[in-house]
């Protein structure tokens, strides 16, 4: 299996004043809201999606060991 990297961009509306302006983030890294960007592309595909849901398991996983220990989250 090769690994690529998505250049996609995924779109979000965060306040801005009275207002909303937009805001791009690159799919995969961390949205305005804490969360994953995902783009439409890689939600739309089984394997890139499962890669990602395993992820976050791990990450929960390495923050529950950290807490657990003292250590709080990364």
Known sequence: MEKTVCINRVSFYVPSGYDYRETLVRCGNT???GDRAVCD????NPEILAGIMRHERLIEKDNAWLRSAGQGEM
């Open 41 to 44: 592309v890689c939600a739309a």
């Open 31 to 33: 949205d305005p809201y």
